[in-house]
């Protein structure tokens, strides 16, 4: 009698290799990019938040709402640990189509908008270093060569990352506790200023006053609104883990002790960054950071002079290093989860058989972010008035002017892409948070059973929708953030043409998913 033939080996699988730490690193550490570094320059503008009291109060606002979101999603998270995060949550709560249009924003805007604005200002901090320490070599390192380093650097950590995702973490885990020490070093610097005689410049109090503003017209709270979205953007990325859940090892205890203590540890160190930013500059000073450096250099620089420059950009090089990984790292699982589902071509779903990667998702990531990249540096080098702002006036849209030269509004390439990726992210983040009401409706005999239940429920994840709806409401009132908004809805509206015709070549109405099981 012949022998039973040996059966298949098993297609590899990702491993689950991520410890607690290695998992807050990747919260913190996706997190942590140009947002503290730079974004305070959007929240100082005169229409903004430039009081002290105010600005705080809006780096802590976001703080908190971030950290209710967070205790919501932790429990979405530990139901259904599989790569894909957001793209699971929204198809096991409202079905696939939902599903596919959270795919669609966060591969063709947030992700590859996300890689291409951070490995660019990495880039740009990277430029501002060299002219500090040779002015004569940085006058080589013009406009195309930094495109083309930017590149360069997507493409080596795309190949860091396929080549395993231990080896990307650990990577990730090194750069994030530097970059934690260097915002603890901003936070501290006035009070170190203080114990040096010698200093260029002298910590001071003036600027914190006034601490708020005198009245609040509609102005300024719609202005209060885009200070907001400016925050987001720094605390953009705290759901990241979610797409890593079936990597995570005892994903129902570390998914939610890494959220939690990952996104507590932001609030402290970008509330302490921001304190120390208003003792040495004004709201001025900060605004004029906008385009071409960081309000942290400018920062250093008063404080310590051309020595604090450079420590603050190599501070935002590696903080962005950090960023452009942890997102190179993640955001692969997004069309790895939708190939395994039969919604984004089959070879993205295929993991590498010795690395157990998803390498050819990790590449379609990398190729997409270059675009980006060479495609908005093309825009901005042929046309710059491409990035006039736009406002919707008596019935029609017409360029944004400033009220007292005339001159054209005009937005930075930074600011521009960030936009793009706030309103995305905030509505299928959003969305996500809104699942853990179905979930627990659909699947109510399974709650008590969860090891991990969100605090404070239904209250803690019912303020989170309420204060993220404000904040879409605010992008549409606002005139210059109003087109992004728009723009974002087209592309989501091009991702349900995308669905339906998807669905019609395949004879119909794809097939609901099966449910995942849960791990043991």
Not at 171 to 175: A, K
Not at 287 to 302: D, I, L, Q, W
Not at 308 to 329: E, K, T
């Given at each position: 009698m012949d022998a039973t033939p040996?059966?298949?080996?098993?297609?590899?699988?990702?491993?689950?290799?991520?410890?607690?730490?290695?998992?807050?690193?990747i919260v913190v550490g996706t997190v942590i990019g140009t947002g503290v570094f730079k974004k305070a320059a959007a929240v100082a503008k005169p229409d903004a938040a430039p009081e002290f009291g105010l600005s705080v109060a809006v780096w802590v606002g976001v703080g908190v709402v971030t950290l209710l979101g967070a205790l919501a999603f932790a429990e979405v998270a530990v139901r259904f640990p599989r790569a894909g995060g957001n793209y699971v949550f929204l198809r096991e709560a409202f079905g696939r189509p939902m599903a596919f249009l959270s795919g669609w924003v966060d591969f063709g805007i947030n992700r590859g908008a996300s890689i291409a604005a951070l490995a660019s200002m990495f880039t740009e901090s990277l430029a501002n270093l060299i002219a500090e320490v040779r002015p004569d070599v940085a006058e080589g390192f013009g406009y195309w060569p930094q495109r083309a380093f930017t590149v360069g650097l997507i493409a080596v950590l795309a190949v860091i990352n396929a080549r395993g995702t231990l080896l990307g973490a650990r990577?990730?885990?090194?750069?994030t506790l530097i970059k934690v020490a260097s915002i603890v070093a901003i936070a501290l610097l006035p009070l170190a200023v203080l114990l040096w005689p010698g200093a260029p410049s002298q910590p001071t109090t003036a600027n914190m006053s006034p601490a708020w503003p005198t009245e609040y017209p509609l102005a300024r709270l719609i202005g209060l609104g885009s200070a907001a979205v400016a925050v987001l953007w720094a605390y953009h990325g705290w759901m990241n883990l979610g797409p890593m859940a079936e990597e995570v090892t005892r994903p129902q205890r570390n998914i939610p002790l890494a959220l939690l203590a990952g996104v507590g540890c932001l609030i402290v160190l970008y509330v302490s960054a921001n304190v120390a930013y208003y003792a040495a500059l004004s709201p001025a000073d900060m605004?004029?950071?906008?385009?071409?450096?960081?309000?942290?250099?400018?920062?250093?620089?008063?404080l310590v002079g051309p020595a604090?420059?450079?420590?603050?950009?190599?501070?935002?090089?590696?903080?962005?290093?950090?960023?452009?990984?942890?997102?190179?790292?993640v955001g692969p699982r997004l069309p790895y989860a939708m190939a395994q589902d039969g919604l984004a071509p089959g070879i993205f779903g295929r993991l590498h058989a010795r690395f157990r990667t998803p390498t050819f998702a990790t590449a379609l990531l990398a190729v997409w972010s270059i675009t980006m990249v060479l495609g908005l540096g093309v825009l901005l080098r042929t046309n710059r008035d491409l990035f006039n702002l736009w406002e919707f006036k008596e019935g029609t849209w017409r360029v944004a002017t400033d009220a007292k030269t005339g001159e054209a509004k005009t937005d930075t390439p930074f600011d521009m892409l960030t936009d793009f990726v706030i309103f995305g992210s905030v509505a299928f983040d959003t969305l996500a948070v809104v699942a853990l009401f179905v979930l627990r409706w659909k699947h109510a005999d399974r709650t008590a059973a969860l090891p991990y239940k969100c605090w404070g429920y239904p209250v803690v994840p019912a303020v989170y929708v309420l204060a993220m709806a404000a904040v879409m409401v605010s992008m549409f009132l606002d005139p210059e953030k109003r087109w992004k908004a728009c723009v974002g809805l087209g592309f989501i509206g091009v991702g349900v043409l995308v669905y339906l015709l998807a669905a019609g070549r395949k004879g119909g109405r794809p097939a609901p998913a099966r449910l995942p099981t849960p791990p043991a």
């Open positions: 040996p059966a298949p080996p098993a297609p590899p699988s990702l491993p689950r290799v991520l410890g607690p730490w290695l998992a807050a690193a990577l990730q885990f090194v750069v605004v004029n950071s906008s385009e071409g450096t960081t309000v942290a250099r400018n920062f250093c620089r008063t604090g420059a450079m420590a603050a950009s190599l501070a935002v090089m590696m903080s962005v290093f950090g960023a452009v990984n942890g997102n190179i790292l």
